[in-house]
Antibody, heavy 118, light 113 residues
Framework: QVRLQQSGPGLVKPSQALSLTCAIS??????????WNWIRQSPSRGLEWLGR?????????DYAVGLQSRITINADTSKNQFSLQLNSVTPEDTAVYYC????????WGQGTTVTVSS | DIVMTQSPDSLAVSLGERATINCKSS????????????LAWFQQKPGQPPKVLIY???TRESGVPDRFSGSGSGTDFTLTINSLQAEDVAVYYC?????????FGQGTRLEIK
């Protein structure tokens, strides 16, 4: 059974970086048939896909266009996890953040409520 | 970006009746090489992450009751819930994974009449 366990702070100050980690059990972050996503959800934006990382002989990343200058998703094969870093956050980045597996997202993390406030 | 538009925004259906939710994509999500529609349906209950019900537009995820079914192709898709149960109260989303960025519909809130 595949499980995703999210960790990271729930409060981030404006202009600082948001960092979250998603630990994988029951699958491999470097599996050649899966992708690993970050999604967020807020009342104003609904469900918003942020980006993904996947391994196909080498690592690839896709990011939402509007976030490309601020976002980084990395995989850590030694810990079998992947991470999200979102720089220069504003209150508009306040949301519930989820990690999820695959193209049709069959496994999700539990969600992390992140508030951007001073 | 592919825009996903759901209708209606909310829906109230009597227990035991059928609920129908529609999803329209701004461009086709049918990949001609494999004849697959890159469209999924999710159910989300309060305080929980979304749960996939249907993928490839009509393939039911393991463990999902057979009263849930998906249909459609190209740009027009439908989620049908037959014999509505009280536990089906939730918000339902469609999502395309045909191309990056992956995009979701705005959601349809389903309630009991």
């Amino acid at each position: 059974q595949v499980r995703l366990q999210q960790s990271g702070p729930g409060l981030v100050k404006p202009s600082q970086a948001l960092s979250l980690t998603c630990a994988i059990s029951g699958d491999s972050v470097s599996g050649i048939s899966v992708a690993w996503n970050w999604i967020r959800q807020s009342p104003s934006r609904g469900l918003e896909w942020l980006g993904r990382t996947y391994y196909r002989s080498r690592w690839y990343n896709d990011y939402a266009v509007g976030l490309q200058s601020r976002i980084t998703i990395n995989a850590d094969t030694s810990k079998n996890q992947f991470s999200l870093q979102l720089n220069s956050v504003t209150p508009e980045d306040t949301a519930v953040y989820y990690c999820a597996r695959g193209y049709h997202m069959d496994v999700w993390g539990q969600g992390t409520t992140v508030t951007v406030s001073s | 970006d592919i825009v996903m538009t759901q209708s209606p925004d909310s829906l109230a259906v009597s227990l035991g009746e059928r609920a129908t939710i529609n999803c329209k994509s701004s461009q086709s999500v049918l990949y001609s090489s494999n004849n697959k529609n890159y469209l999924a349906w999710f159910q989300q209950k309060p305080g929980q992450p979304p749960k996939v019900l249907i993928y490839w537009a009509s393939t039911r995820e393991s463990g999902v009751p057979d009263r849930f079914s998906g249909s459609g192709s190209g740009t027009d898709f439908t989620l049908t819930i037959n014999s509505l149960q009280a536990e089906d109260v939730a918000v339902y989303y469609c999502q395309q994974y045909f191309t990056s960025p992956l995009t979701f519909g705005q959601g349809t809130r389903l309630e009991i009449k």
